[in-house]
């Protein structure tokens, strides 16, 4: 399975945001792959109000991102923003294209650093996978990265490959956490992790007068054993990565970790 990261510097326009998702796609398609992996928050980066641009998952711009998958042949996976009913919005991965057509809303919302998400992005609810060609997909959005327990809920429920979009808070050590926990939710789980980045503004000559978490790049994909297979830079850019879902089950038999968790006492 090739999956392709395509490493986003969003901007505010939804419109302009879907032109670039469309460009990219295509463009990843064109060299083999399969998936196509955005950032959280393709649709509209953090910082402004999201509730005014927020669309149903039939709405107008999750509409074309399907016409665009459908076009190319790919599975997309992008974020944007859909209406919660509390005067909220969800940060939502549209997941769409091959056959598969389903969302994920953000379980966990980053209330930490001094950003408080859950002012203005309810929770979600419900853990996702969708299956591709045979192969067991799992989802999770940047501040998920932080709990492995979603990681192994995910593995439970057949996972080897877990997507995970970000636009990850810029700060001192945060670029070392981010590596840090993508590594190590790919050794909780034994699956691969396709970790998807906002590019840092700053890259591309902005700098957002916002604490929000607009994004640090440094996306990679991290094999099950831990071992980073790829790996951007800050700056946008597309990655492609060949991954074999066989080698979650060769590391699963290595290092079984999994089978020996002692779930009746933890």
Same mark, same amino acid.
């Given at each position: 399975? /090739?999956?392709?990261?395509?490493?986003?510097?969003?901007?505010?326009?939804?419109?302009?945001?879907? @032109?670039?998702?469309?460009?990219?796609?295509?463009?990843? +398609?064109?060299?083999?792959?399969?998936?196509?992996?955005?950032?959280?928050?393709?649709?509209?980066?953090?910082?402004?109000?999201?509730?005014?641009?927020?669309?149903? #998952?039939?709405?107008?711009?999750?509409? *074309?991102? *399907?016409?665009? +998958?459908?076009?190319?042949?790919?599975?997309?996976?992008?974020?944007?923003?859909?209406?919660?009913?509390?005067? *909220?919005?969800?940060?939502?991965? #549209?997941?769409? $294209?091959?056959?598969?057509?389903? !969302?994920?809303?953000? #379980? !966990?919302?980053?209330?930490?650093? $001094?950003?408080?998400?859950?002012?203005?992005?309810?929770?979600?609810?419900?853990?996702?996978?969708?299956?591709?060609?045979?192969?067991?997909?799992?989802?999770?959005?940047?501040?998920?990265?932080?709990?492995?327990?979603?990681?192994?809920?995910?593995?439970?429920?057949?996972?080897?490959?877990?997507?995970? =979009?970000?636009?990850?808070?810029?700060?001192?050590?945060?670029?070392?956490?981010?590596?840090?926990?993508?590594?190590? /939710?790919? #050794?909780?789980?034994?699956?691969?992790?396709?970790? @998807?980045?906002?590019?840092?503004? @700053? +890259?591309?000559?902005?700098?957002?007068?916002?604490?929000?978490?607009?994004?640090?790049? !440094?996306?990679?994909?991290?094999?099950?054993?831990?071992?980073?297979?790829?790996?951007?830079?800050?700056?946008?850019?597309?990655?492609?990565?060949?991954?074999? =879902? +066989?080698?979650?089950?060769?590391?699963?038999?290595?290092? =079984?970790?999994? @089978?020996?968790?002692?779930?009746?006492?933890?």
């Amino acid at each position: 399975m /090739r999956i392709a990261v395509s490493q986003l510097a969003s901007g505010v326009s939804p419109e302009e945001n879907l @032109a670039a998702v469309a460009e990219q796609t295509a463009r990843a +398609a064109a060299e083999g792959a399969d998936v196509v992996v955005f950032p959280e928050a393709a649709m509209a980066r953090f910082g402004i109000p999201l509730g005014p641009l927020a669309e149903p #998952l039939d709405g107008p711009w999750a509409t *074309r991102v *399907r016409a665009a +998958a459908e076009a190319a042949g790919v599975l997309v996976v992008a974020g944007m923003f859909t209406p919660s009913g509390d005067g *909220r919005v969800r940060n939502t991965l #549209l997941i769409t $294209g091959r056959g598969v057509d389903t !969302h994920y809303d953000k #379980l !966990h919302v980053f209330d930490a650093f $001094g950003f408080t998400e859950s002012a203005t992005v309810a929770p979600g609810d419900r853990v996702v996978t969708a299956a591709l060609d045979g192969v067991v997909l799992g989802f999770a959005t940047c501040y998920d990265v932080r709990f492995p327990g979603l990681f192994t809920r995910l593995a439970d429920e057949g996972a080897r490959v877990v997507l995970l =979009p970000a636009s990850w808070g810029a700060g001192p050590g945060k670029a070392e956490q981010w590596e840090l926990l993508v590594r190590a /939710r790919a #050794l909780d789980s034994t699956c691969w992790v396709v970790a @998807a980045g906002q590019a840092d503004p @700053a +890259a591309v000559g902005e700098v957002p007068a916002t604490t929000a978490p607009t994004g640090i790049g !440094h996306s990679m994909v991290v094999s099950p054993f831990g071992e980073v297979r790829g790996r951007l830079g800050a700056e946008p850019g597309l990655l492609l990565v060949d991954v074999d =879902p +066989a080698e979650a089950d060769e590391v699963r038999r290595t290092l =079984p970790v999994l @089978a020996n968790r002692r779930r009746d006492i933890v």
